[in-house]
C-alpha cells in the first residue's frame, strides 16, 4: 500500500475535480491511502491536509472549480519553501504526490522532486492547453465551448447594429482558445502569439471583411496577442475605423468557470486514473497525457521546457473561411 498526496495548483480548470475523483477511486481500488492537501503547494507547506475517501469524492464529477481549491505559492519558488514541502511529506508518511495543474506547477514539482527525491506525477489541467505531452489539457474543451457561446451571442447583438467586435479570449502565452473558438464562432480575423501581427494587414483584413457589407465583423484576438490585447488594438484601429461602430469585448474569467464538458470529464477520469498506474507501474517525475487517445508518459522537465505548436493548417482554414 502505498500513501499518496493530492493538490491542485496554479489556475482552476474545469475538470480537476473529476480527475480528482479519478485519483482517488483508482487509488482505493488498487489499495493505496489518498491524502488531500489543499490550496496546492501552500497548503502542503502548510501541513493542510487530510484523507480523502470515496464518499469525500462523490457528486463532484460534474462541478467546475476544484474542490481541494488551488493558489499561487511564491514560497513554493524557494528552496526553503520546498524543503518545507519534502518534510511535510516526509511527516505524512506520503510516498508519492500527484499534482493537478499547469506548466508552472510542473516546473515547481520537477524541482521538488530533483532536490528531495521526491516522486510525482503531473495530471495536465489548465484551459490554456499549453504543454507539450498531451493533445488536450483538462478544462480546455470546456474553455472553448463556453468562449464559442458566448461569441455565438456577442454576433446575434453585433449583427443587429452592423458592428465590429473585438473579443479578447484567454491565453497569456498560447492561442489555442483564440484559434479554435476563432474558427467555431466564424470569426472574420483571428490573432494569436504565434503569429506575428502586423498592423497593417489587421486594417487590410477588416478593410476586406467591412467592403463585403456582411452585417457583423468579429476578430477574436489572444490576450498575449503582442498588439497588446483587444482594447489597445481598438486604440490602433480607431482612427481609420471612426466611421464604423467598434465594439470591445473582453471574456475573461468566465472561461475558467462552469461545469466540465463531457469530453473533459471523460479526458480527467482517464488522466487521474493513469497517475496512479504510473505511479504503481514506477514511474517517476513524469506527466500523463493522451496522444493520439492512448495515454502517454512524458518526464516532467519536457512538458514545461518546450512551447506546444500550433496547428498552423488551422489558421489557414480560417483565411479561407472568413
Ligand atoms: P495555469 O497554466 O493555469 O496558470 P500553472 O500551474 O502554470 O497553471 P502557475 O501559477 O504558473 O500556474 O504555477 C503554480 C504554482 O507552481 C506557483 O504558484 C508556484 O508555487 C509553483 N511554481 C511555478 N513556477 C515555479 C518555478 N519555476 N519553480 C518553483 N515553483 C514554481
Request: with cysteine.
Amino acid at each position: 500500500m502505498k500513501t499518496i498526496g493530492v493538490l491542485t495548483s496554479g489556475g482552476d480548470s474545469p475538470g480537476m475535480n473529476a480527475a480528482l475523483r479519478a485519483v482517488v477511486r483508482t487509488a482505493h481500488t488498487l489499495g493505496h491511502k489518498v491524502i488531500a492537501i489543499r490550496l496546492g503547494y501552500k497548503g502542503l507547506i502548510d501541513n493542510d491536509l487530510k484523507e480523502i475517501s470515496g464518499a469525500d469524492v462523490s457528486n463532484i464529477m460534474q462541478r467546475g472549480g476544484t474542490i481541494l481549491k488551488t493558489a499561487r505559492c511564491d514560497e513554493f519558488r524557494t528552496q526553503e519553501g520546498r524543503s518545507k514541502a519534502a518534510s511535510v511529506m516526509k511527516k505524512n508518511k506520503m510516498d508519492a504526490l500527484i499534482t493537478i495543474g499547469g506548466d508552472g506547477t510542473f516546473q515547481g514539482a520537477s524541482l521538488l522532486g530533483k532536490e528531495h527525491g521526491v516522486n510525482v506525477i503531473g495530471i495536465p489541467a489548465t484551459i490554456d492547453n499549453d504543454l507539450v505531452g498531451t493533445d488536450e489539457t483538462i478544462g480546455y474543451d470546456t474553455a472553448l465551448n463556453t468562449a464559442m457561446q458566448a461569441i455565438d451571442k456577442i454576433r446575434d447583438t453585433a449583427d443587429a447594429h452592423d458592428r465590429l467586435f473585438l473579443v479578447e479570449v484567454m491565453g497569456r502565452d498560447a492561442g489555442f482558445i483564440a484559434l479554435e473558438t476563432g474558427i467555431a464562432g466564424g470569426s472574420e480575423l483571428i490573432l494569436l502569439p504565434e503569429s506575428l501581427t502586423k498592423l497593417d494587414e489587421v486594417k487590410s483584413s477588416l478593410n476586406n471583411a467591412l467592403s463585403e457589407q456582411k452585417r457583423s465583423t468579429l476578430v477574436i484576438i489572444a490576450e498575449g496577442d503582442e498588439t497588446g490585447g483587444a482594447i489597445k488594438l481598438a486604440e490602433k484601429l480607431k482612427p481609420d475605423f471612426s466611421k464604423y461602430d467598434m465594439r470591445v469585448c473582453i471574456l475573461g474569467h468566465i472561461q475558467r468557470g462552469g461545469n466540465p464538458t463531457a469530453r473533459d470529464r471523460v479526458l480527467a477520469s482517464r488522466l487521474g486514473s493513469a497517475a496512479v498506474v504510473a505511479l504503481d507501474e514506477g514511474h517517476s517525475e513524469v506527466m500523463v497525457g493522451v496522444v493520439n487517445n492512448r495515454i502517454k508518459v512524458t518526464p516532467l522537465k519536457m512538458t514545461f521546457g518546450k512551447k506546444k505548436d500550433i496547428n498552423f493548417d488551422l489558421l489557414e482554414l480560417s483565411r479561407t473561411l472568413r
